[in-house]
């Protein structure tokens, strides 16, 4: 008996978004630059950022902290790109969401780098070392996004408070390792 033929692999081309628009969460399509496209972007770079901080972290350090912001963020990005009109379905779907546990991890993150003191004179300069210049990248990145997400409420969109807070405590944690990094 022959082997049925394989259909071809699926592209990641699909050609959907060749007229400028994007679908949302549940298939809504709206255009590329629409705000909540843009937050949703500015998130994208942030995990990316934070990739690339992962990648030049020392030889012997734990990326632990950095890997669980990424898949975070992967779930606040699906409820950021979720319709307003889809938000009550998005509650109650099985989909991870950012939670007071998740903030409390990173407050209490911040907290242990501050009781360390690490060392800095006022204003950085980012580059001291591949390194801290990765997280500092992913610090601005944090903030663009967070920037993004506080003018969604103005355009119409729901953002939980909770989901702002725990962008900008993602900056400061950042800012905070970034410091620590330079003094490697």
């Known amino acids: 008996m022959a082997d049925k033929p394989q259909p071809p692999p699926r592209s990641i081309a699909t050609r959907t978004g060749d007229d400028g628009t994007t679908a949302l969460l549940y298939g809504q399509r709206v255009p590329k630059d629409h705000p909540q496209i ?9 995990n990316a950022a934070l990739g690339l901080a992962k990648a030049t972290r020392p030889t012997g350090t734990d990326a632990g902290e950095l890997a669980r912001i990424q898949q975070e963020l992967v779930a606040l990005m699906g409820e950021v790109n979720c319709a307003e ?64 997400l506080a003018g969604l409420g ?31």
């Not at 070392?129 to 993004?148: K, S």
């Not at 969109?157 to 330079?182: C, F, G, M, Q």
């Open 38 to 46: 843009e937050a949703v972007g500015a998130l994208d770079e942030l």
């Open 85 to 148: 009109t889809d938000a009550a379905r998005h509650a109650a779907s099985k989909f991870a969401r950012i939670d007071a546990a998740a903030l409390d991890r990173i407050d209490a993150a911040v907290a242990a780098i501050e009781a360390r003191r690490p060392k800095f004179d006022g204003w950085a300069t980012p580059g001291a070392n591949l390194h801290a210049a990765a997280l500092d990248l992913a610090r601005t990145a944090a903030r663009r996004a967070e920037r993004r």
């Open 154 to 184: 103005p355009q119409g969109k729901t953002i939980r408070p909770i989901l702002l807070h725990y962008v900008n405590r993602v900056s400061d944690l950042l800012w905070l390792l970034a410091r620590e990094a330079e003094q490697d």
